[in-house]
């Protein structure tokens, strides 16, 4: 192979152009960018528009000539492709600036053409105060329209847009998100945003969920956005971010087979179903290990593995790339959530048998100051196999997600993850890690020590049994349950009937557990709630924080926070 040509000069392609150049030093290497930034970081692209990222220039991560020094590469930015001819091993290009045409001929070609942001079909959308946030020029957009005392609209609450709405309230401005669903963040399950939503209205965005904007109109004020409720936000300016799709268009009619959506079919080895053309990054569709099934997910990560493992296989290589769990990290104010793996409602929608649990341990140990609570969600098969996992919180969250992505990607089980040897030191974590815990709780589910239960499918006929002490229940208790105390419960047996199902909880579950075996073993009935009444608060609070103005109009008082209960006890 003596050319290698890459479309798309950034995540993907960047990668894939600098591993092709550290294996061969003699192969020419061409990249072509439609835009004038080559391999900037989009993912810091939020950052700045709050200043938290001051600097503008150190998003800049590589100019075209530094990158042609270190790697001897060809980038021609403001270079758009065309139409790709693999009959002749060509590709048509257009010089942007000077309007030139020409065709450049390549050896193995690596498309890494990205995705773009989807616009709704609305009136409105093409008005020039109606933003995306992709690129740099779009960060450039935004940022010259931030003023404090202005107001925006974000549409969409998927990642880009929580991330958008939180540095553009961080700047001053009087920000609203707009989310048709019921919650925010719809790879998350709906009960594990509560706490995210609640740092949103928290962090001053306006947050309203289950409502859609269905059209932008100026009127003699400005911007006006139009809600399917009737209501109408009069805006400076709006930023859209509902969604992405695959750039593969660019292949249709090639012979490369392109999914209905725009995204480019490819094999483990990243090639394209024509012979010498790879494709990687938010252009194709991979595996989802989990479900089996074909899905394009836009992340960085994938991104930059699969251009390395392009440039591997073009070079001659057999590398494989295993799929995309879609290990992601999201922050929200002082919170961070994220997850790998399945979400609940994926494993719903896709008929797979699951079993799941609660636990919200400390970050590190309770009594080295600092630590916090998090909530950690864990999804595994009846034969131990992790399927997913999400967790949320304000500290350690980040090294919980990447363990379990590193167990789940390794094919480890349930009983794997409590024997994880983990580092420890009471400033960073616990002698038993929350992820071995996580394993203690799903091996005693698997080996039937303990029945959970789920605030969701509380039994009503079933006698609620609180073990925490007295001064717990000031925040809160599930109506109809009676409290015994722990401490309490050997000696008060006979006030608990036998002919009916106990479901104990305590603040996070962890007397409630010591509470069902002493009742199991003495004949009783009794289930564990999953997670305790920290659970229970936040499948009571889903959807309470959303429609800030409606809350506080309407007077309505959430529970005490599921971080509060559990930060209260010893459990
Ligand atoms: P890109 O990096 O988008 O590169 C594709 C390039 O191809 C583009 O520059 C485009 O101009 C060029 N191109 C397209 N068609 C042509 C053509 N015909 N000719 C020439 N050039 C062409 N991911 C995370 O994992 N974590 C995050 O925190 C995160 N935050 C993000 C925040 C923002 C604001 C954005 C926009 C994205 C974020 N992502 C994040 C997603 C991540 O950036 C993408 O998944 C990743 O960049 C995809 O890499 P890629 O190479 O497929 O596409």
Redesign the pocket.
């Known amino acids: 192979m003596k050319k290698l040509v890459i ?7 960047a990668s894939a152009a600098a591993r092709a150049r550290r294996l061969d030093e003699s192969l020419e290497i061409t990249v ?4 004038r930034y080559i391999s900037y970081a ?2 810091g ?2 950052y700045h528009l709050s200043g938290t990222i001051p600097s503008r220039d150190s998003l800049l991560l590589m100019t075209p000539e530094l990158f042609n020094q270190r790697f001897r590469v060809k980038i021609h930015t403001a ?3 065309t139409s790709l001819n693999p009959d002749r091993h060509t590709v048509s290009v257009r010089n942007l600036d000077t309007g030139e045409e020409f065709q450049e001929h390549y050896d193995k070609l690596i498309l ?4 773009s942001p989807i616009l709704p079909p609305i009136p409105g959308v093409d008005d020039p105060d109606v933003c995306v ?3 740099i020029p779009d960060m450039d957009a935004i940022k010259g329209r931030i003023k404090s005392g202005r107001s925006a609209v974000v549409v969409g609450g998927g ?2 847009g929580v ?1 958008v709405a939180e540095n553009l309230a961080e700047a001053g401005v009087k920000t609203t998100l707009i989310e048709m669903k019921n919650t925010i963040l719809p790879h998350l399950d709906d009960e594990m945003t509560v706490p995210l939503e609640k740092a949103l209205v928290k962090g001053g965005v306006n947050l309203r969920t289950s409502r859609a904007v269905k059209a932008f109109r100026r009127d003699t004020k400005g911007l006006v956005a139009e809600l399917d409720t009737g209501e109408e936000l009069p805006v400076d300016f709006a930023v859209i971010s509902a969604g992405v799709k695959p ?1 593969g268009e ?1 292949a249709r009619g090639t012979g490369i087979e392109v999914t209905r959506g725009g995204a480019l079919v490819v094999n483990r080895r990243m090639e394209t179903t024509v012979k010498d053309i790879y494709a ?4 194709v569709q991979v595996t989802d290990p989990v479900t089996g099934n074909m899905v394009s997910v ?4 994938p ?1 930059n593995r699969q ?1 390395r493992i392009a440039a591997e296989n073009a070079l001659g290589g057999n590398s494989v790339y295993k799929g995309t769990y879609g290990t ?1 990290i999201v922050k929200v104010f002082h919170l961070a959530a994220g997850g790998t793996g399945a979400s609940e409602k994926t494993l719903l929608e896709n008929g797979i048998e699951y079993r799941k649990l609660y636990i919200h341990p400390a970050s590190h140990a309770s009594y080295y100051p600092g630590g916090a609570c998090m909530t950690i969600k864990l999804l595994f098969d009846p034969c131990g196999k992790i399927l997913g996992m999400q967790a949320v919180g304000e500290d350690g969250v980040d090294k919980r997600i990447d363990v379990v992505a590193a167990a789940l990607g390794n094919d480890l089980t349930v009983e794997d993850l409590q024997e994880l040897e983990l580092s420890y030191a009471p400033p960073f974590g616990s002698a038993k890690d929350a992820v071995n815990y996580a394993g203690f709780v799903a091996g005693n589910i698997l080996s039937g020590l303990t029945s959970q239960v789920y605030p969701d499918e509380l039994p009503s006929d079933a006698f609620l049994l609180d073990v925490r002490e007295k001064e717990e229940t000031a925040s809160g208790s599930i109506p109809g349950s009676t409290l015994i105390p722990l401490g309490e419960l050997r000696d008060r047996l006979d006030e608990l009937p036998k002919d009916r199902e106990i479901v104990i909880y305590c603040a996070v579950g962890i007397r409630g557990y010591a509470a069902e075996r002493i009742l199991k073993q003495r004949g009783y009935q009794a289930a564990n709630l999953s997670g305790g009444f920290a659970s229970w608060s936040m499948f009571q609070q889903t959807g309470q924080y959303r429609n800030a103005e409606d809350t506080l109009r309407e007077g309505v008082s959430a529970p005490a926070s599921h971080f509060e209960s559990c930060r209260y006890t010893g459990d």
């Open positions: 479309v798309g000069g950034v995540a993907g392609g072509f960018e439609r835009g989009n993912c692209l939020p270079h758009l492709v890494s053409p990205g995705s946030l992709w690129t990642f880009i991330e750039n660019l990687v990054g938010d252009a836009p992340l960085a990560g991104a251009g992601s």
